[in-house]
Each structure stands twice: as structure tokens, then as C-alpha cells.
């Protein structure tokens, strides 16, 4: 009986560490200062959201864990850069990281995550191009992103407005930024809009090798079409 007693005390103070609620949350100030965390733990930003790689969901605030849930979307794809064409995209680009969880902006009483284009490279990646009208913005009703450097919204680029749970990988299509997806070629597909077709960028009229990219930006792509992600949806051309 005082083994089993020893274990009912054991599990009682088990529960009683993991199961803190939100409202406990609020309170500490030992809440963690890293968004990223391999380790569970009720401190810890992928206690509530994330997993054991990152606290981007999957799992979002709901259990949920697939990309076509809204709180789920495409965490993984910018933030580990899956099947990309740039480099990673942090948590800091998209959202208000709070050091502490109960900072202003966390826990609140909005539901899910605001997204506010900022961070390092917000200038180059989200925010507004000199000459644009309009910021870079996320829509929680029809969830797109519009106005994104990172989906064409430079001169002779696409101005793509991708769906968030979007599970084709249309949004990351060579060409899908700017070019044309659908022509047969690499160097078809990547050709920014030209003088021909309402664009600046020159054409095969102009250049006999306009379709070989690394002739112009070998910094950025090599001869065999391999991209340098440093160097690739950076907010600038490199040449």
C-alpha cells in the first residue's frame, strides 16, 4: 500500500507540472526566451504549438496537424525551407516572437497568431517595393498573402497572392514568382516578364542567352540551374 501510495503522490505532482494552464502561463516570467526547442516542457513555446523540430505548428492551438488547417498552413515549408527556392523564412519574419509569454500580443483574447511582416529582412522579403502601393499582408478570411517580395511582388515579377494551405506546391514552381511555370524549359520558366510582354527585363530579342540566368547572375544560379540560396529571393538582384 505505501509503494502505491508513493506512486499516486508521484503522478499527482507530475500532472500538476504539465497540466499548467494559460492563465498560469501569464504569471511566470521564466516563460522560455527561444521559440525553437527540442525539449517538451510546460515553459516552452512547443508545448502548446509546435513540435519536437520547432514551435511552428504542426500541431497548431487545436490538435490540428495537416497543412490544409489554417493554423498549420505552410509553417514548415518557409521555416525549414522544404522543397525551397530561398532560404528560410524565421518566425520573426511573419510574427511578434514574445521573449516571455506573457508579453503584450500573446495569449490574448484575438484568436490565432497575427501575422505582421517585420524582421530582419523585412524590407527586402515582406515589406512594401519602392513604387508599390500597398504593404505585404495576410488575410485571415481567404487566407493569402499578398504584396510579398517573396512571391513576385518586385518590377517584372508575378505579384502572386498564395494560398497559406495550399498543399499543391504551385507557390514554389520555378517560374511561379516570375517567369512562366508552364513553358518547357528552366530558363523559360525563370524568365522575369520582358519588354514583349509588358515587363523591362530583356528578352530573347535582346539576348540570344537570356534563357542561361547564370550569365547574368552567377551569384545566384550556376550553369546547371542549382540556386545559391543566400543569394535568392533576398530582396535584391544579384548579378
Same mark, same amino acid.
Given at each position: 500500500m505505501k509503494r502505491q501510495y508513493q506512486i499516486f503522490v508521484l503522478t499527482i505532482l507530475a500532472l500538476s507540472v504539465l497540466c499548467i494552464?494559460?492563465?498560469?502561463?501569464?504569471?511566470? =516570467?521564466s516563460a522560455p526566451t527561444s521559440p525553437v526547442s527540442k525539449n517538451y516542457s510546460p515553459y516552452n513555446c512547443n508545448s502548446c504549438h509546435g513540435n519536437e523540430t520547432n514551435a511552428a505548428p504542426p500541431k497548431d492551438l487545436e490538435? #490540428? +496537424?495537416?497543412?490544409?488547417a489554417p493554423g498549420v498552413g505552410a509553417h514548415q515549408s518557409h521555416l525549414l525551407a &522544404?522543397?525551397?527556392?530561398?532560404a528560410v523564412v524565421a518566425c520573426n519574419e511573419? *510574427? %511578434?516572437? !514574445?521573449?516571455?509569454? #506573457?508579453?503584450?500580443? *500573446?495569449?490574448?483574447? +484575438?484568436?490565432?497568431?497575427?501575422?505582421?511582416?517585420q524582421g530582419a529582412v523585412s524590407t527586402a522579403r515582406f515589406s512594401h517595393i519602392a513604387g508599390a502601393d500597398t504593404a505585404a499582408k495576410y488575410s485571415n478570411t481567404t487566407l493569402h498573402c499578398t504584396n510579398t517580395y517573396c512571391h513576385g511582388y518586385f518590377p #517584372?515579377? #508575378?505579384?502572386?497572392? !498564395? +494560398?497559406? %494551405?495550399?498543399?499543391?506546391?504551385?507557390?514554389?514552381?520555378?517560374g511561379?514568382? *516570375?517567369?512562366? !511555370? +508552364?513553358?518547357? =524549359?528552366t530558363g523559360e520558366r525563370a524568365l522575369p516578364k520582358t519588354r514583349l510582354n509588358g515587363g523591362s527585363h530583356l528578352s530573347v530579342q535582346d539576348n540570344a542567352n537570356i534563357f542561361q540566368c547564370y550569365r547574368c547572375h552567377p551569384s545566384a544560379i550556376d550553369a546547371n540551374y542549382n540556386l545559391n540560396f543566400s543569394r535568392h &529571393?533576398?530582396?535584391?538582384v544579384d548579378f
Amino acid at each position: 500500500m505505501k509503494r502505491q501510495y508513493q506512486i499516486f503522490v508521484l503522478t499527482i505532482l507530475a500532472l500538476s507540472v504539465l497540466c499548467i494552464s494559460c492563465s498560469d502561463l501569464k504569471k511566470d =516570467t521564466s516563460a522560455p526566451t527561444s521559440p525553437v526547442s527540442k525539449n517538451y516542457s510546460p515553459y516552452n513555446c512547443n508545448s502548446c504549438h509546435g513540435n519536437e523540430t520547432n514551435a511552428a505548428p504542426p500541431k497548431d492551438l487545436e490538435g #490540428n +496537424t495537416s497543412i490544409s488547417a489554417p493554423g498549420v498552413g505552410a509553417h514548415q515549408s518557409h521555416l525549414l525551407a &522544404i522543397d525551397s527556392v530561398g532560404a528560410v523564412v524565421a518566425c520573426n519574419e511573419c *510574427h %511578434t516572437v !514574445p521573449k516571455f509569454a #506573457n508579453d503584450v500580443g *500573446h495569449l490574448d483574447s +484575438t484568436p490565432g497568431a497575427e501575422v505582421v511582416f517585420q524582421g530582419a529582412v523585412s524590407t527586402a522579403r515582406f515589406s512594401h517595393i519602392a513604387g508599390a502601393d500597398t504593404a505585404a499582408k495576410y488575410s485571415n478570411t481567404t487566407l493569402h498573402c499578398t504584396n510579398t517580395y517573396c512571391h513576385g511582388y518586385f518590377p #517584372n515579377g #508575378n505579384r502572386v497572392s !498564395p +494560398t497559406w %494551405t495550399d498543399e499543391s506546391g504551385q507557390y514554389r514552381a520555378c517560374g511561379s514568382c *516570375h517567369g512562366d !511555370p +508552364t513553358k518547357s =524549359t528552366t530558363g523559360e520558366r525563370a524568365l522575369p516578364k520582358t519588354r514583349l510582354n509588358g515587363g523591362s527585363h530583356l528578352s530573347v530579342q535582346d539576348n540570344a542567352n537570356i534563357f542561361q540566368c547564370y550569365r547574368c547572375h552567377p551569384s545566384a544560379i550556376d550553369a546547371n540551374y542549382n540556386l545559391n540560396f543566400s543569394r535568392h &529571393i533576398n530582396g535584391q538582384v544579384d548579378f
